[in-house]
């Protein structure tokens, strides 16, 4: 059931409103301390929507959502949890998303 939950909630995280896409991304910080290593079965899937187009973000309230939400997976979940999804995500980006996620991974 979680991953249906989830793969429903991805969608929003990606969603072209921002104001919707700021919405989700809050939410989702809400919910990591809950959830905490409950999540481990959906982080590969999480974290590419999280960090995807919202750490690159012009818009300061979805970027500064998505660092919360990066803080947030840092300080509730097993970091060995986010060593593979985070490395895979910080080859691939530019720019203020991949400075972002390499000092993360330091």
Known sequence: ILFQIFDAFKSRLHDSNSKVNQVALETMHKMIPLLKDNLSPVINMLI???VDNNLNSKNPGIYAAA???????????DNYLLLQPFCT????LN????QDLTERLA
Not at 89 to 92: E, H, L, S
Not at 95 to 98: I, L, M, S, W
Request: net charge positive; proline share 5%.
């Open 89 to 92: 995500k910080a080859q691939f």
């Open 48 to 50: 590419p929507a999280i």
């Open 67 to 77: 660092t919360n939400v990066i803080q947030a997976l840092c300080q509730h979940l």
């Open 95 to 98: 720019g203020r998303a991949k």
